[in-house]
T-cell receptor, first 116, second 111 residues
Framework: DSGVTQTPKHLITATGQRVTLRCSPRSGDLSVYWYQQSLDQGLQFLIQYYNGEERAKGNILERFSAQQFPDLHSELNLSSLELGDSALYFC???????????????FGSGTRLTVV | DAKTTQPNSMESNEEEPVHLPCNHSTISGTDYIHWYRQLPSQGPEYVIHGLTSNVNNRMASLAIAEDRKSSTLILHRATLRDAAVYYCILREIRGYSTLTFGKGTMLLVSP
């Protein structure tokens, strides 16, 4: 157990639907990162939050959004789902802030999303 | 982000040392060298990181060239559990920098 909790582990849904993926960071970590991993694209950075504020954006589609709540857990919302959104979605956490270079990321075990 | 170049795959025998190379010729003075690995069906796992000096921890050693244009992750005795994709990543020292994963090296370990 890495300390980063992601739910659900598996999700099967239909095209056009909306889903929410949840992540609880490791205790004491203020930064949360979301990554998407598909077979053809590898690990793609989506978005980062630090203590409730958005800090960096990667290749995140407009149909996707995220937020980090006061208790530091984060949710990734995926809407108008397409077949191509089928992938593993990983959440990671770190201490964050100005001390990033001294700490690595801790990843969760991921949510496998299948869009049918 | 500065880029890294790694071999697509490498093979090793169990209990032998493994040297995983990484080239990063465009590295800047403020880039840390990070290594992560991803076991099958799991999220990536932090292995080690360094700036200029060689580093050791319980998982591995990191040897950094004097000009910092290349580095080598050393697994002293490979086990079957070390079979994974290993990613060499440059991460800027400034705050809020993120990790950008490349394709990594798939390490195969034979009994």
């Amino acid at each position: 157990d890495s300390g980063v909790t992601q739910t659900p582990k598996h999700l099967i849904t239909a095209t056009g639907q909306r889903v929410t993926l949840r992540c609880s960071p490791r205790s004491g970590d203020l930064s949360v990162y979301w990554y998407q991993q598909s077979l053809d694209q590898g690990l793609q950075f989506l978005i980062q939050y630090y203590n409730g504020e958005e800090r960096a954006k990667g290749n995140i589609l407009e149909r996707f959004s995220a937020q980090q709540f006061p208790d530091l857990h984060s949710e990734l919302n995926l809407s108008s789902l397409e077949l191509g959104d089928s992938a593993l979605y990983f959440c990671a956490s770190s201490v964050g802030g100005d001390r990033v270079f001294n700490y690595g990321y801790t990843f969760g075990s991921g949510t496998r999303l299948t869009v049918v | 982000d500065a880029k890294t170049t790694q071999p697509n795959s490498m093979e090793s025998n169990e209990e032998e040392p493994v040297h995983l190379p990484c080239n990063h010729s465009t590295i800047s003075g403020t880039d840390y060298i990070h290594w992560y690995r991803q076991l099958p069906s799991q999220g990536p796992e932090y292995v080690i990181h360094g700036l200029t000096s060689n580093v050791n921890n319980r998982m591995a050693s990191l040897a950094i060239a004097e000009d910092r244009k290349s580095s080598t992750l050393i697994l002293h005795r490979a086990t079957l559990r070390d079979a994974a994709v290993y990613y060499c990543i440059l991460r800027e020292i400034r705050g809020y920098s993120t990790l950008t994963f490349g394709k990594g090296t798939m390490l195969l370990v034979s009994p």
